[in-house]
C-alpha cells in the first residue's frame, strides 16, 4: 500500500502502513501510532464491501479469450428485462460508463 498521509487527522500523531482485520477480512490502511486511528483508500473500502457482500451489483471483469468480458447480475437482467440476443449501447459519463439496453426487436424493427 502507498502511503498517502502522514500524520493523524484525529490527534496529530504520526500514521504507518499497517493492517487491521474488519468483519474477518484483512484490509491494508494507515494507522496511527498514537490513537490507533485507521484510515483507507477508497479502493480498500470498496474492495470490503465486495468481499463482505455489501455491493451485490459488483462483478469483476474477466477474460474470453482475447475479449474482456462481464457477468450482468440476474436481478439487472430481470428488471431490465434484458435477454442474450439485446445489445447494450456504452455511453461515456464523466463519473463512468452508462450501459443502456436496446431490445433485438428495436435494432430489427429499423432494418
Do not use: W
Not at 462481464?70 to 430481470?78: A, C, E, Q, T
Amino acid at each position: 500500500m502507498k502511503k498517502f498521509m502522514e500524520t493523524c487527522y484525529k490527534c496529530n500523531g504520526k500514521v504507518n502502513v499497517g493492517q487491521t482485520m474488519k468483519e474477518g477480512i484483512r484490509l491494508n490502511c494507515m494507522k496511527c501510532q498514537n490513537c490507533g486511528e485507521e484510515y483507507f483508500t477508497s479502493s480498500e473500502l470498496l474492495r470490503f464491501d465486495i468481499l463482505s457482500g455489501r455491493k451485490e451489483l459488483v462483478r469483476k471483469f474477466g477474460s474470453l479469450g482475447d475479449s474482456t468480458i462481464i457477468r450482468i447480475p440476474s436481478k439487472v437482467l430481470k428488471d431490465f428485462k434484458i435477454k442474450p440476443e439485446d445489445y447494450g449501447v456504452f455511453e461515456a459519463r464523466p463519473d463512468g460508463i452508462l450501459i443502456k439496453p436496446v431490445s433485438a426487436k428495436e435494432v430489427h424493427a429499423g432494418m
